[in-house]
Every structure is written in C-alpha cells, then in structure tokens.
C-alpha cells in the first residue's frame, strides 16, 4: 500500500513530466493500447512512470541518471521489488522515445498482448 510520502510525490512528479513522458502518455492514454494505464502510480515505495495495473505492467523512462553506478543499483533494486509483486517492468531509454517510438510502442503491445493470453 502506498504511503502518504509516495502518493505527494507521484502527484509532483506528473507535473514535471518530462517531454518523453508526455509523449508516451499520448500514445497510451484513454486505452489507445486497448488497456488502461495510470501515469506516475504508487506501488509501494516506489512510483513507476506508466502503470496497467489490470495486467500489472510497469513502464519506465530512463534518462542519463540511471546509468550512473548509483542509478544502475537502485534500478535493480526497484526493479526486484516490483517484480516481487509480480509486475513486468519493461524499461526503456528516453532517446527510445525520440528516435523510434513506434518500437517502443510495439514492445509494449506486445507485453499487452502476452498477459491478456
């Protein structure tokens, strides 16, 4: 359940969407994927960027903080966390976003379509 803590911040964070935010969410807002996602959910102590919590699929937006060490650990650490409540992470880079976001949107179909089988 998530805290207090996690929900301010997942409401100050969609706020500062960055612009490849904004343009994933365009693509998977009002069930343009046939699933509803949430943007900036709460699972726990964690906030994932893009959530379908009917399928319980977490999309991330990495930017250039997470190939640092220290972002590299954290990463694996949330990333073992989330998958301990059984949610399939799928990651991708913010330049994904920009330079083939018609990958990243069928990867994500895909991850669709093989929970709803």
């Not at 726990?44 to 650990?73: C, M, N, R």
């Not at 799928?90 to 976001?101: A, M, P, Q, T, Y």
Request: no cysteine.
């Amino acid at each position: 359940m998530p805290q207090f803590k996690e929900i301010t911040k997942a409401r100050v964070l969609r706020k500062k969407e960055t612009q490849e935010e904004k343009i994933l969410w365009e693509k998977l807002r009002n069930n343009k994927l046939g699933i509803k996602f949430r943007r900036q959910h709460p699972v726990d102590v964690f906030v994932v960027d893009f959530y379908a919590p009917k399928i319980k699929l977490g999309i991330e937006l990495d930017g250039s903080q997470h190939s640092t060490k220290d972002g590299k650990e954290y990463d694996e650490m949330r990333t073992k966390h989330l998958k301990s409540k059984d949610i399939i992470l799928l990651r991708f880079w913010n330049s994904d976003i920009n330079k083939d976001l018609n990958n990243v949107l069928n990867r994500i179909k895909l991850e669709i379509n093989k929970s709803k089988n």
